[in-house]
């Protein structure tokens, strides 16, 4: 079975700083990934060199393509990776704000993806709308309400149904539950989980919060100043962590 | 006329305004950035026009300006009389006379000939530009030709108001491949786009000039389910009778009375010195007498 995503030493300096090292991973369909780390730990860095927002100083991300098979993204040309960003790639912000056109209206939302990709039918457009702000909650009789009067579980919402629309492969997720209250987080992650499951969807989630990773990822990475010091099934890494970095962090969880 | 240069600007920039127009004919659609100078009139009055009007005019040119369609509206008259002193041309009103016309708002009605250039003025001439505010951005689509954001936009209209409602600038894709704002003419003008006359689009403060050559295919973009419909108020000219010409409404009265004429004048004033009576026309006359 060749690799969804081959990642192969990656790393970014910023200047003499060291925004992520080392990095070497392989993705399956099929698999979620964590990424956890404290603040600062080269996590989203790591995160904008694979999903083609920033340029890695060194190594190769290795996508199965479609057609070509495996190709590395970084050195591939620009229109074809913004061409991957926006048909087999998805990106969820922490801030749905980034994500999302804040003065367009939910349904526009939605459909830029499909419009980017040449759909030219109004009607077919906004039933595929309407089904997917279903999917992610969000009633039908909202569709032409702009994201401004959403609330930020409801944008954060509609940030994945318009990421999810044109049915990708491997989905970026940064922070994706940041800024919400436990309880809209509880249901962002079980509907995460639900479509993740449901479509089969390939995802590498970064975040600092274990009790995500612990509910959504199959494997885990932990990593601290840059580099991955430990890495390994979700639920091993998690209940016999071997680093002392990932014990602290373990053990830093608040139990209620 | 020693105090000018022919055509009040210098040859060097008139030489920089013919390099980007040359530029622009050769990448229909594409906006070539250029040194737009200070000219004696505010930003939005047509600068950009007159400047690119004032790099093809030669001596023997036969200039005419029409704002909104109209030769007699001030932004038109001042600009003629710019051209009148600063170069010595000949002007004209009529649209068939003209070997250059500059034009804010709409195209003549009369088809243009192949010796004929259209200068338009552009207030923004970039399409995405109330979609997306970087201009890095912006470029950036243009450069991989990413215009699903433009359907994003009628995809709006559509939700809102049940039709595409854009009624102006509508945007059009050249030749296939640019996407570009066909400056703020009626709708209803843009199938006049592909036309025999050279078409040159000038933006002064955003400093842009823009080209669509002769016989180039513009394409109105739109949805399958819901096609580009040109649209004019559904009456005659109550001056000349004409059934096919752009129609401005205007108010009579206190009491709700309103006349539709033809927005171009010269079009109108020729159909009527040719025979043709508009269903006011009559009154109007008895008026005046």
């Known amino acids: 079975m060749t690799p969804l995503l081959q990642v192969e030493n990656i790393a970014k300096m910023y ?48 996508f199965d393509t479609r057609t070509e098979g495996l190709r590395n993204t970084v050195t591939m040309s620009e229109p074809e990776r913004r061409m991957l960003s926006r048909t087999d790639w998805a990106f969820v912000h922490q801030h749905a ?54 609330s930020g579980g409801m944008q954060q919402r509609l940030q994945i149904a318009r990421n999810l629309v044109t049915g990708p492969r491997l989905v970026f997720m940064d922070e994706p539950t940041g800024g919400l209250d436990v309880s809209v987080q509880a249901r962002l992650l079980d509907l995460l989980r639900g479509l993740v499951r449901e479509m089969g969807l390939s995802a ?12 959504l990822a199959d494997r885990l990475m932990v990593m601290k100043d840059g580099h991955v010091i430990e890495s390994g099934l979700t639920d091993q890494v998690l209940d016999d962590p071997q680093h002392a970095y990932t014990q602290l962090l373990v053990s830093s969880v608040l139990q209620v | 006329m020693t105090d000018y240069n022919f055509a009040y600007l210098d040859e060097q ?27 004696p009139m505010p930003y939005g009055w047509g600068t950009g026009g ?18 909104q369609g109209a030769d007699d509206t001030t932004n038109a008259v001042s600009i003629r009389r710019f051209f009148e002193k600063t170069a010595g041309v000949a002007v004209t009103e009529a649209t068939a006379e003209a070997s250059v016309i500059q034009t804010r708002h709409r195209i003549p009605e009369l088809p243009l000939r192949e010796d004929q250039i259209l200068v ?24 991989l030709e990413e215009y699903g954001l433009m359907h994003v936009k009628l995809y709006e209209d559509i939700s809102q108001h049940g039709t595409i409602a854009t009624a102006y600038a509508y945007p059009v894709k050249v030749e296939g491949r640019y996407v570009m704002d066909p400056s703020p003419i009626p709708k209803f003008d843009n199938p006049k786009l592909e036309m025999a006359g050279v078409q040159l689009f000038g933006a002064g403060r955003e400093q842009r000039i823009y080209a669509v050559p002769p016989y180039t295919q513009v394409v109105s973009l739109d949805f399958d389910d819901y096609p580009f419909a040109p649209t004019k108020a559904d009456h005659a000219c109550d001056l000349c009778g004409a059934t096919d010409s752009y129609l401005d409404e205007l108010i009579m009265d206190d009491a709700g009375g309103r006349m539709f004429m033809c927005s171009d004048t010269d079009y109108c004033g020729t159909r009527r010195v040719a025979g043709h009576v508009g269903a006011q026309a009559a009154a109007l006359a008895e008026d005046a007498a």
Not at chain 2, 120 to 143: A, C, D, G
């Open chain 1, 15 to 62: 200047g003499a700083r060291i925004g992520c090292a080392n990095v070497s991973f392989d993705l399956y369909p099929g698999e979620v990934m964590g990424i956890v780390g404290e603040s600062g730990s080269g996590k989203s860095t790591l995160l904008n060199c694979l999903a083609g927002h920033l340029q890695p100083d060194a190594g190769a991300v290795c």
């Open chain 1, 97 to 150: 704000r980034d994500g999302l056109r804040m003065n367009v209206s939910a349904g526009g939302n939605v459909g830029e993806r499909l419009m980017a990709v040449n759909a030219r039918h109004y009607g077919d457009i906004r039933a595929k709308a309407i089904d997917w702000l279903g999917r992610v909650e969000i009633s039908a009789d909202r569709i032409d309400d702009r994201p401004t009067v959403f």
């Open chain 1, 204 to 215: 590498i989630i970064v975040t600092h919060d274990l009790a995500v990773v612990r509910l």
């Open chain 2, 13 to 39: 920039t008139k030489r920089m305004i013919r390099r980007a127009i040359l530029k622009g004919l050769a990448i229909p659609g594409y906006q070539v950035p250029f040194a737009s100078r200070e000219m």
């Open chain 2, 50 to 67: 007159v400047q690119v009007s004032a790099a093809v005019l030669t001596p023997e040119d036969r200039f005419k300006v029409i704002d």
């Open chain 2, 120 to 143: 338009y003025q552009v207030p923004i001439p970039e399409p995405l530009r109330f979609l997306e505010p970087s201009e890095v951005e912006t470029r950036k689509m243009h450069s």
